[in-house]
């Protein structure tokens, strides 16, 4: 339990009080931290983004949860609902940091080196080059605030490593990143969909459609070479005595490769965090999502990120009173 | 070795004749079927598309290859060279077919079902919805001469199955797709990312950048897996005795996940059958390869495709004698 770990975690549960009440009771310990707000409405599934918006401004559970964070009261949102209607409703609340045009959902994934921040796998379709690098600057802060790094390296992903690869706005981001410096990230250069899985670089950049589709190809993958693997073992009465004496170093195996110990596409570029958790999910899913939450919170992630919009664009940066007023779309 | 399974197989090798010839003498049964061309220009992978076509058009191994398939001397061209020189000579030498605006690089992907067709992965960079119906009529005369199946199920590659989702190309190439019939092929509708793994459609069609980001994405993802496991295996000695004894089950993983075995991308769209397999494989790959271009000659792949151009789109196909006399770019 997130608790034990991190003693000072507070907790402001958004739904139905006769829901949350009974459940609450149940846990002693997280009982004396945490607090409940009612909402009568909730956002669900099937909701599209705008119906959502129309529906749950102001009223809805979701909506609570992203304005608790807009007034300070919370430091992270976290919602296993509706992906499309907490982006739009965080969007509308929060509104984007000044400085970046849209936001992004960014992975964490599990790479042969280490963890990696892989970014936007599906707030966007499509992006131009200041958009990968607005993503770029706000990976490179997600990786400072986690993996605890001066300089994370940047990737922008393409298909392949020679500038002349890729279409326009990659090439072109690519350009424009290639000549930033001292802006909290090192550019590495393109790299290929293989070196996500390899770890090649820190942050691998990239629009929201392609980065959606890398993420689920390689889910996919995963479950297709796990499944290899759990029927090779099965083959036979020996493969089976095989895999009885391997036990210790399969089991080690399922929980590296285990999805909800890596549960939560962090929303980047708003004025306050989101987090969205896989809604089919267990309590050791909900434990990643949250300790993801507390440690981006502890790291200050958005003041890493407003520091990195402030180093690589002083110039677009507005003040921030005049922001505050810009009505947002 | 190809020749005990498909003894009709003919060869005819392009390159330096003072290599070939030497390398042919080892080969007593493949010598009688095989007849060398000697060709003094040979294209390398450092050379750029442009670069290629201009020092190796009507001279080079790679040219005269092509050109063998062009004259119906071969059925199959397969290269293991440069990929983009190989494409822009085949498509300057051997022109797109009536009907098709762009070819396209089809990968055969295994699959926890079977295996299936996923296209583009990696000709275009961008594609409209007209190309991404070409590139379906192309995968299902593909599937259809691959593995014998009367109308396959094509599944546009999108980041939700919903028909709000996704950029407008796929959305438009969904409308027009849901709308035909009797095309030599079942539209399914979008497939996400993880269907691919699943092989929740015999084709997967999406445009290049996408395509080949989600098979290098894969590849990374199936190499990280399999090093997860073979170190889990090598953690101790009792793991390491399960692993013994598990050893048919694990070598029948790694044949199942061999690269080799499914060695080949086919360009599809031209007249003619071009196969370019991995530069880096040896004799088991080039057997994929070869297996792959002989198949794809006897099931006669290039009028299932001129059948699948005529049925959906009549109006289009132009007179072939026409056509012939209109210069490609």
């Known amino acids: 339990m997130l608790l034990r770990e991190r003693p000072d975690a507070r907790f402001i549960f958004h739904g139905r009080q006769e829901n949350l009440a009974p459940l609450l009771e149940e846990f002693s310990e997280l009982k004396p931290v945490s607090e409940i707000r009612h909402s009568e409405t909730v956002i669900t599934m099937e909701d599209k983004p705008s119906q959502a918006l129309r529906k749950g401004k102001g009223n809805s559970s979701m909506w609570a949860a992203i304005q608790s964070v807009k007034d300070g009261e919370a430091q992270v949102a976290i919602s296993g609902g509706n992906t499309g209607a907490l982006m739009a409703m965080a969007t509308f609340c929060l509104r984007p940091m000044p400085g970046i045009s849209r936001p992004a959902i960014a992975a964490i994934w599990p790479t042969l080196r280490s963890d990696i921040v892989v970014l936007d796998v599906g707030a ?76 090649t670089v820190d942050v691998v950049v990239t629009e929201g459609f392609t980065g959606n589709i890398a993420l689920k190809t390689a889910e996919g993958t995963a479950r297709q070479v796990a499944t290899y693997v759990r029927n090779a073992l099965a083959m036979n009465w020996l493969t089976k005595l095989g895999a009885l004496l391997a036990s210790q170093g399969l089991r080690a195996i399922r929980s590296k490769m285990d999805p909800r110990t890596v549960n939560g596409g962090v929303f980047l570029g708003l004025n306050g965090v989101v987090i969205k958790s896989h809604g089919g999910t267990d309590e050791i899913g909900y434990k990643s999502a949250l300790s993801l939450a507390y440690d981006m919170a502890r790291n200050q992630l958005i003041d890493k990120i407003g520091d990195g919009i402030s180093r690589l664009k002083p110039g677009e940066v507005p003040d921030v009173e005049t922001v505050s007023e810009t009505p947002s779309t």
Chains 1, 2 share one sequence.
Do not use: C
Request: net charge negative; charged share 25%.
């Open 124 to 199: 966007t379709i499509g992006a131009d080059a200041d958009q990968l690098v607005d993503f770029s600057i706000l990976g490179a802060a997600l990786a400072r605030a986690l993996f605890d790094m001066k300089s994370p390296t940047i990737g922008l992903l393409n298909v392949g490593v020679e500038e002349a690869k890729g279409n326009e706005w990659v090439k072109d981001a690519g350009k424009i990143l290639s000549e930033t410096s001292g802006a909290g990230f090192t550019y590495h250069g393109f790299v290929e969909g293989d070196d996500i899985g390899k770890g």
